[in-house]
């Protein structure tokens, strides 16, 4: 049956099946703090929001899943945010088995990656990083949190791992039930949780050009694309929030913590975690987080959106054309058409589908714009934020937000081309001008 199935059905089939084993083990009656307390649409709802590494919740995530329901959770993002093929691969190179070519390019299209050729080397570094960041990351934060061994071993050491886990996969998942609120002059742990996030959202290909290869003076167009586009989303971002919020959410605050906590707004986009309730965000701050939800994170990386990349070739394209160049030149180097047509191709198709599901949601749900809006593109670009209706959503309203975790984790432009069909066409037509504008 999968011989004829074509490496994007695959992929989509296999997260699918993971997503039901995960929403199965949910549904135990030991997942829940009270057995048998948690009803379909909640189990499915956190499975997929752990498996896409999404961190929207319609359940308190401290205080209803038991010990083995929040190591689900745990697993499912360690997945989510490996990639399921990258994790089955691995398995398949400790026990010794043959890498077939299919694989190899399930690994690719479901990292993102240029091609299938190296994937084995790829594999191993995404392995290696993520086990190695994430290790860094829970001692560190085990050293900065108070009092977290008197939970016990067991309980203390699943508190730091968890969050690292969510921290670096940019799932947003907590186990404080209030993210990360009640550690906001925690300058120290915040700034763990920043660069995690940050590091996980760059890409693997760009973090193994700094961290395995060091080709930090001779870095590929790519990454120095990544870089300067996140660089310079991070800086405005982190700019306006201490701009619009100095007289309000950061009035009582020292000069340190306002600095801290305006970069970690800019950071957690790709995220989810916060230190300040979105509510109690200004409405203009709360617009500018739409967009940059919407940009998201790097090509290869765990996170969601249209991706930074996609962003600076759409702007440096318009830039060519408006003057009158043909070709969009970049670190003097071209870029090829085809990746022009793609990010093109990926945000319209990308707006398309939120204006829908928002449009959508607003009927059948009732609620009001912007709300809608926030939760239909934290979803999409699986980052978790919220506004607070995701448990007032009915059964439908969740089932559409299950559906664009599910696109957003597996890619819009993986959807693209498995819903794309090869056209056979022999017969050329004659070209003809349109107006335009």
Partial sequence: MFKKLKPGQILVASY?????IGTLLLLLPWASAEPGSTGIM??????????????????TTSTHWSLFGKTVILVLMQIGGLGLMVLTTAVFVLLGL???LGQRV?????RNHFSFAGILKLVRSIVLLTLMIEGIGALLMALLMPN?????????????VFHAVSAFNGAGFDLTGESLNPYRENLGLIMVFMVMILIGSLGYVVLQELIIQRRWRRMSLHSRLVLWVTGLITLFGSAFYYLSEYHHSLATLPMGQKLVESLFQAVTRTAGFTTVPVLGWSEPFIFLMIMMMFVGASPGSVGGGIK????????????????GKKNVIIFERELA?????????????????????????MVVEGLPLIPVLFEVISAMATVGLSMGITGELSAFGQAVIIVLMFVGRIGVLSLVLLLA????????????????G
């Fill in 16 to 20: 699918a099946t993971v997503n039901l």
């Fill in 42 to 59: 909640e189990a499915w709802f956190t499975a997929t929001s752990a498996l896409t590494v999404t961190g929207l919740t319609v359940v």
């Fill in 98 to 100: 043959k890498i077939q």
């Fill in 106 to 110: 399930l690994v690719a299209q479901d």
């Fill in 148 to 160: 977290i061994l008197e939970q016990g071993l067991l309980e203390g050491g699943l508190f730091v």
């Fill in 308 to 323: 930074t990349t996609t962003l600076g070739t759409i702007v440096l394209a318009v830039v060519a054309i408006a003057q």
């Fill in 337 to 361: 058409s085809e990746s022009v047509s793609k990010a093109f191709t990926v945000t319209v198709i990308a707006l398309l589908l939120a204006t829908t599901c928002t449009l959508l949601l």
């Fill in 421 to 436: 069909a090869k056209e056979y066409r022999r017969i050329q037509y004659m070209k003809e001008e349109i107006l335009i």
